[in-house]
């Protein structure tokens, strides 16, 4: 796996910028078959890398977001989703949460990171830091490179991308997502921050042990009904 990254990071940025110059100064027909190519790599680059789960609220419109922060505050979904982070079957590894810049700003200075597991934050604007529980680097695929090879491969039991709304697409777009724990609240908060890539043809729902261990997956708190429910990823359809 190591060989494989190093092979990428060296190899794929030249076919790139071979690309470039291959639209501009070679004729069509070639370019065209080099620029097929390229884009062979930058899949293979992300399909040896290692997959995700997704843990989302939503309203009835797909609305994740409004003002940076969450437009609602259901404690049972907060505890939901502590406790299914925080969750392994070995007690020697725990898991990675992974966030964008703007996620990682909404959560209050004195919570953050938050305990338990390893968070990771995608900027390119905050510096970047390497401690036990804080990862801050510039690119979803420098941290799941990170992942896939020690320390890390053996300590990290599940990887949870937790948002934004970038953070969510660009792994649905790149098929690097397994399962997606989702909430679905059934109101229209107006939000400003849509999770637009989820497509509910291409899941398959899963029955939540969490949620079913009350006999239930709908709930109500503060007036506001929810749902909280597991789904698969469909490969191929």
């Known amino acids: 796996m190591f060989v494989w990254f190093q092979f990428c990071n060296l190899f794929i940025p030249a076919i790139v910028f071979c690309s470039f110059v291959m639209l501009t100064v070679v004729p069509s027909d070639i370019s065209w078959f080099f620029v097929q190519y390229s884009s062979i790599f930058y899949f293979l680059e992300f399909s040896n890398m290692r997959k ?14 409004k003002n940076g922060v969450l437009p609602w505050r259901i404690r049972k979904d907060m505890q939901y989703f502590a406790a299914v982070t925080k969750k392994v079957s070995d007690p020697a590894k725990r898991n990675a949460v992974l966030m964008g810049r703007k996620c990682w700003e909404s959560i209050p200075e004195s919570r953050r990171p938050l305990p338990g597991r390893l968070n990771i934050v995608l900027s390119r604007q905050l510096a970047e830091q390497n401690t036990d529980n804080l990862l801050v680097v510039n690119s979803l695929e420098s941290a799941l490179k990170l992942l896939s090879e020690a320390p ?13 709304a970038e953070i969510y697409d660009l792994a649905l777009r790149e098929n690097l997502v397994d399962e997606i724990h989702l909430t679905r609240i059934h109101k229209n908060f107006e939000a400003d921050v849509h999770l637009k890539s989820l497509d509910f043809n291409k899941l398959k729902k899963i029955i939540d042990v969490e949620a079913s261990s009350e006999n239930s997956e709908l709930f109500e708190e503060n007036g506001l009904q929810f749902e909280i429910g597991k789904w698969k990823i469909i490969e191929n359809c």
């Open 52 to 65: 995700m789960n997704m843990i989302v609220a939503m309203d009835t419109e797909g609305g994740i977001g």
């Open 152 to 164: 890390f491969v053996d300590s990290i039991e599940t990887i949870w991308n937790i948002g934004g």
